[in-house]
């Protein structure tokens, strides 16, 4: 049996699976006695079978004539648990592609931005998600206790709100999503502080679909 790329002894036994691994010098068992603990799931691959997620239980640990031995026990895992694992792996990517995505796929992958939390540090332009809303931070600020992005427009732009365009002012500063009307077409600025650069030249602006 291999687990996360090293091969155990197995013994299986119903749902559960009981792991010996030998070791003739203490230190060599370090790693594995950090990375087993109860909770964690593993990559586990049987020479019978595809590869599973499986958890560990307490472990022991021994010392024999010949050196080293430690074992645990590895049981199934609920389909739900391996999802939820796999959603905490991706997230943080997940969140990092959603800071200059549309506010269509920011809105429909909300669970994966950072939650608003007071107490929390938020920086300019950082989208997070409240409620199932996304929203984009408007200025740095320290998240308070009761100021939550749906009753703090100044601090947080809805970017589910539907956004009114105007003529393009060259003297105006817009942000990724505001919208402006030139030679009658309307654009949307795909980055932040965009200032004097017209609609329809360059690359600071896209056309509204």
Known sequence: MIIDGLKFTENPSGNKSVVTFNRTVFENLKILIDSFEVGVIHDVSFDDGPTTKMYTEPLTFSKSGTGYSLSFILTDVPEKDIEANHFKEVR?????????ASADVAKKYV?????????????KGQRIGYNGTPYTVESDHTAASGQTPDKTPLLYDD????KKAEPWDEKKTYNKGDLAIARGIMFVSKIDNNKGNEPGFGSAWDYKK
């Open 159 to 162: 970017l589910t709100k539907e």
């Open 111 to 123: 669970s994966f931005l950072d939650q608003w939390a007071p107490g929390v540090k938020y920086k």
């Open 92 to 100: 943080p990517l997940v969140n990092d592609v959603l800071q200059t």
